[in-house]
């Protein structure tokens, strides 16, 4: 194959792969969704050892004005050390764990897959795009318990997992510009 025909094929491949931005509600776009919540449980370290655990998270997503989403995250262990991790992920990120978010008509929808669990984070907009309401979801593959990593970056293993405080909040702009 010649590089024109290459870079045809890879074109052609990307605009397949990409989620439509006809998908994105234009009510959505140039605006910036913030869902937080705490999640809870019990986690096994490495070791065996058991303890509850609390962390606070926090999902950020920009939708551009060409439909694009830009998401962060955050997650903050509710300890005497504050552990924290998270990161920046934009719509062609392949890291493992990032989690994908699309819209599902009015709502966004996020899935945040484990090794044998899920989380899936939902963002249902009113009919401006001026507010919204959060639910979050916590699964598993029927063993009771998942492996997640921590924000200290060890993975552990949860059971008992809940969700609390789930709150949304919509903002116009870029917060990530800011």
């Known amino acids: 194959m010649n590089t024109v025909r290459i870079a045809a094929v890879t074109a ?5 792969c990409s989620p439509a931005v006809a998908a994105v509600p234009s009510a959505a776009m140039n605006k910036t969704i ?21 962390t606070s998270v ?18 903050t262990a509710n300890t005497k050390g504050h552990e924290s ?16 978010f699309s819209f599902q008509g009015d709502r966004l929808v996020g899935v945040i897959p484990y090794a044998g669990g899920a989380r899936q984070i939902t963002a ?3 009919g401006s795009f001026s507010s919204c309401t959060a639910s979050v979801i916590e699964g598993n593959a029927g063993s009771g318990s998942f ?4 924000p200290d970056g060890v993975v552990r ?3 008992n997992a809940t969700t609390s405080g789930v709150s949304c909040s919509i903002q116009s702009g870029n917060a990530f510009a800011q």
Not at 34 to 54: M, Y
Not at 85 to 100: E, I, L, N, V
Not at 147 to 150: C, I, L, S, T
């Open 157 to 159: 293993e949860i059971s």
């Open 85 to 100: 991790r998270g990161g920046d992920f934009d719509p062609s990120d392949t890291r493992a764990g990032k989690g994908s």
């Open 124 to 126: 249902t907009f009113d």
């Open 147 to 150: 492996m997640r990593k921590g």
């Open 34 to 54: 913030t869902i937080s919540f705490t999640a809870g449980g019990t986690a096994k370290d490495p070791d065996g050892r058991t303890h509850p655990f609390s």
């Open 58 to 75: 926090t999902r950020t997503v920009y939708v551009s004005s060409a439909g694009r989403l830009f998401m962060r995250h955050t997650a």
């Open 12 to 16: 052609s491949l990307v605009v397949a």
